[in-house]
């Protein structure tokens, strides 16, 4: 019976190894997805100036982190938490929340004060790992950036093919456009000066543009993602 019961164990942890490793994949693949739509909505220029943005989503009531923090306080079980923060950030966060497990016993105003003293701890320790300023908690419901909302639909869902291929439709839709301009005015580059002014503008947008995704893909990610040797030295292939 014992070893029949070891045997069953370490089945079960291989399933979990595996559901966990589906969904680190999901994470990644949805991250990269994210940043790419962002660029593709036109509401950043630069890929390093996404990462406040996408913490941003980590700062409202109904952000993965929040959910993480009530679902500890419920249980009372900070390991839920802790990894939304940094190895080196775990006694304070351990520290915040013995402390509010003893005052919510107080009073249902002491139990709100003490939960909102934990989230604001959690969320500013983890902004502070991420190199970014705590700004306060925003209400649940808050407007998010529609590819951090798209994003963690794949993750919710366990499939990110939806957001894939939303994400190729807008690139290949947004090359084209940008192709399409300096074609057109290339043709008349040479009628003026200023019509080869029109012609440059719109041959550094397209560059910028692909330039841009190409970071995304295979460079800089976004929330303090470190890129792969691979990636810092890979090109695209157009064969």
């Known amino acids: 019976m014992r070893h029949g019961n070891s045997a069953m164990g370490c089945k079960h942890e291989e399933q979990?190894?595996?559901?966990?490793?589906?969904?680190?994949?999901?994470?990644?693949?949805?991250?990269?997805?994210?940043?790419?739509?962002?660029?593709?909505?036109?509401?950043?220029?630069?890929?390093?100036?996404?990462?406040?943005?996408?913490?941003?989503?980590?700062?409202?009531?109904?952000?993965?982190?929040?959910k993480d923090a009530q679902q500890a306080l419920e249980t009372k079980n900070v390991d839920q938490v802790l990894k939304w923060v940094e190895q080196k950030d775990e006694p304070g966060i351990r520290q915040a929340f013995e402390r509010t497990l003893v005052v919510r016993k107080l009073s249902e105003q002491a139990r709100e004060l003490a939960d909102m003293?934990?989230?604001?701890?959690?969320?500013?320790?983890?902004?502070?790992?991420?190199?970014?300023?705590?700004?306060?908690?925003?209400?649940?419901?808050?407007?998010?950036?529609?590819?951090?909302?798209?994003?963690?639909?794949?993750v919710e869902s366990g499939s990110v093919d939806e957001l894939m291929a939303d994400v190729s439709a807008q690139i290949a839709g947004g090359i084209r456009e940008r192709f399409r301009a300096v074609m057109e005015?290339?043709?008349?580059?040479?009628?003026?000066?200023?019509?080869?002014?029109?012609?440059?503008?719109a041959y550094i947008t397209f560059i910028h543009y692909v330039e841009n995704l190409h970071l995304a893909i295979v460079g800089q990610g976004a929330h303090g993602e470190e890129p792969t040797p691979a990636a810092s030295h890979k090109h695209w292939s157009f064969g």
């Open 16 to 66: 979990g190894g595996d559901l966990m490793g589906q969904r680190d994949v999901i994470l990644r693949l949805s991250a990269v997805a994210l940043v790419v739509l962002m660029i593709l909505l036109g509401g950043h220029k630069f890929v390093p100036f996404l990462a406040p943005l996408v913490l941003a989503h980590c700062d409202t009531m109904s952000g993965p982190g929040i």
């Open 117 to 154: 003293y934990f989230f604001e701890t959690l969320v500013r320790i983890h902004r502070a790992g991420e190199g970014a300023p705590y700004t306060g908690i925003k209400p649940a419901g808050s407007e998010v950036e529609p590819g951090i909302e798209a994003a963690d639909k794949a």
């Open 185 to 201: 005015k290339r043709g008349h580059s040479s009628d003026s000066v200023e019509a080869g002014r029109e012609y440059v503008k």
